[in-house]
């Protein structure tokens, strides 16, 4: 099994910035793919960012220039940075861990951490 613990969000004035941790421990055998996803309430829960264990990035076009996606593979640690925010980035921000064992893709979530974006 495999958990994942976020921790960075909170309460930001327009404009300003962010920055969300995930760390996942337990029996992560070969990762493939990191990504944050967020809920906004009433709304369906979206992809922001992934970013593959080669590096490879994709952003939403709501977050392109905005947020930054990164991994530190030593510690298992994903780190979303979130500049410029804007009123409607508020929601809920989830970490998601892909991994792969003996040809089987396997997707882990962590519990969500609010971002809320007000003046």
């Known amino acids: 099994q495999v958990q994942l613990v976020e921790s960075g969000g909170g309460l930001v004035q327009p404009g300003g910035s962010l920055r969300l941790s995930c760390a996942a421990s337990?029996?992560?055998?070969?990762?493939?793919?990191w990504g944050w996803y967020r809920q906004a309430p009433g709304k369906q829960r979206d992809l922001v960012a992934t970013?593959?264990?080669?590096?490879?990035?994709n952003y939403a076009d709501f977050v392109k220039g905005r947020f930054t996606i990164s991994v530190d593979n030593a510690k298992n640690t994903v780190t979303l940075q979130m500049n410029s925010l804007k009123p409607e980035d508020t929601a809920v921000y989830y970490c998601?861990?892909?991994?792969?064992?003996?040809?089987?893709?396997?997707?882990?979530w962590g519990q969500g951490t609010q971002v809320t974006v007000s003046s």
């Open positions: 998601n861990l892909v991994t792969r064992s003996r040809g089987t893709y396997y997707s882990f």
């Open positions: 337990g029996n992560i055998f070969s990762i493939h793919t």
């Open positions: 970013i593959t264990s080669g590096g490879i990035t």
